[in-house]
Structures are given as structure tokens and as C-alpha cells.
């Protein structure tokens, strides 16, 4: 019972938090870290491939690029791209690689979950290992976000947490916890249980796909769901 109360007392602080509060605790985690070279997801070019046909003239959004490297792929690929991101270091560096492919990509800097571009903007939003870099109110605002600049009928993909991940370090709340890593020990992250918990936050988009990757490598357990979604043709 008393654990209950206290968990109830950290979820009213953390409702407190204003959206950009949460951000600015997770930019200047992200901005302290050191930037290093990664490697394309391979679980996001599997998403690519089974999702995402003819890719001649689609515009993608990118949010939250981070080191680049999921990007520079979808630019070679042939989408027209464009991202987003709260850490300055990564967005000065991805900056730099892609003036060396010489190709146009309009990367923006963000200081909270507003997304900086027109309605119905983009055929495709992509957040891969991102937006659960929120508080709960924080989520549902990068949601409401994403529907906005989709155009009617475009996709949504995303990876997100599971609460059964590693990265899930001290509990805050029922969804809600500190990274389990010592760079982002200020940051707040959100996770879900299960496929239920994902069908009630994910409930104005349609056609609403869940999957997931994970492995366990001794201490280490990596568990991400993957949803692929749309935006309704009317909301």
C-alpha cells in the first residue's frame, strides 16, 4: 500500500512536468554523450523492405536521427528526407556526413515534442528508438504531433519500449522510469506492457500493427515493440 502511494505521488510530479522540462532533461543527457559512428538498424531495414514499396518521390520524417546512420540509409535509398533532433552534437555531425553525399535534407533542431512543419507534410513518420524519450503526457503529445504533419492515409513506423527492456532502470511510475545506463541516469523514459497498453495510446490511428525484436545476451535484455500504423483518411 505504501509503495502504491508513492508511486502515485511520483506519477502526479512527473504529470507536473511540463513537455518541455522532460525534453531538456533528455537533450542535455544526449548532448553531454559523445557521438559515435553506428551502424544501420537491421531490424529497421527489415521494416524497410516488408513495409515500404515504390520509394520514388515519398517524403519521410525522421524523428530524432540521432548518429545518422538509419538516415544516410534511407536517403540512399531514395526517399526525401527530412529530420529531427534535441541534441545539438548529433545534428551538427549529421550535418557534416550529409554534405559529403551532396544531397538536399532538411534536418531541424528541436527543444520539444512540437514538430516544425506544415500539416499533412509527410507520406511517412519514422521514430525508431526515440520517442519514448517522454513522460506519458509528453508521448501523447508527439502522437497528436505525428498525425498532423502525416498526410491522410500515410504511414507511421516506430520502435518503442518494453517495460521487460533493460534500459528500464528506477521505476517512477506504472509506465514511466530513469534509463539504467549512468549518461542518462536524468533522463525519463516511457514503456509498455503489452499490446493493449500500445491499441489505447495508438487509438486514433488506424490499421494499428504490433511486432517486436529482442534478445537476451547475459544481464543484458533488449525487448522493442515495433508498430506500423496510419493516419485515418479523416480524423
Known amino acids: 500500500r505504501n509503495q502504491l502511494k508513492f508511486f502515485k505521488l511520483v ?7 511540463k513537455f518541455k522540462e522532460v525534453v531538456v532533461l533528455n537533450r542535455d543527457s544526449w548532448n553531454s554523450m559523445p557521438v559515435h559512428d ?19 518521390d515519398k517524403r519521410v520524417l525522421y524523428i530524432g536521427f540521432g548518429e545518422g546512420a538509419n538516415l544516410l540509409y534511407l536517403i540512399k ?27 538536399k535534407v532538411d534536418l531541424r ?5 512540437f514538430l516544425p512543419f506544415n500539416d499533412n507534410s509527410f507520406d511517412i513518420v519514422l521514430a525508431w528508438q526515440s520517442i519514448y524519450y517522454n513522460n506519458q503526457l509528453g ?7 505525428i498525425l498532423r504533419v502525416i498526410k491522410p492515409g500515410g504511414q507511421f513506423l516506430c520502435s518503442t519500449l518494453s517495460v521487460k527492456h533493460s534500459l528500464c532502470g528506477e521505476r517512477l511510475s506504472a509506465h514511466e522510469f530513469r534509463p539504467n545506463i549512468a549518461s542518462q541516469k536524468n533522463c525519463i523514459i516511457y514503456a509498455f506492457k503489452n499490446h493493449q497498453e500500445i491499441k489505447k495510446m495508438f487509438r486514433k490511428f488506424k490499421n494499428v500493427r504490433i511486432g517486436y525484436y529482442s534478445f537476451s545476451l547475459f544481464k543484458t535484455v533488449d525487448f522493442h ?5 496510419q493516419k485515418p483518411e479523416i480524423l
Open 109 to 113: 533542431l528541436v527543444d520539444s515534442n
Open 225 to 229: 515493440y515495433v508498430i506500423f500504423c
Open 77 to 103: 535509398e531514395g526517399f526525401v528526407c527530412s529530420g529531427t533532433e534535441i541534441a545539438k552534437n548529433r545534428l551538427k555531425i549529421v550535418q557534416e556526413k550529409i554534405k559529403k553525399i551532396n544531397k
Open 11 to 17: 506519477f502526479m510530479r512527473l504529470q507536473k512536468l
Open 38 to 56: 553506428m551502424h544501420v538498424d537491421m531490424n529497421l531495414i527489415r521494416c524497410r523492405k516488408r513495409l515500404f514499396g515504390e520509394v520514388k
Open 139 to 145: 508521448y501523447r503529445e508527439i502522437l497528436a504531433e
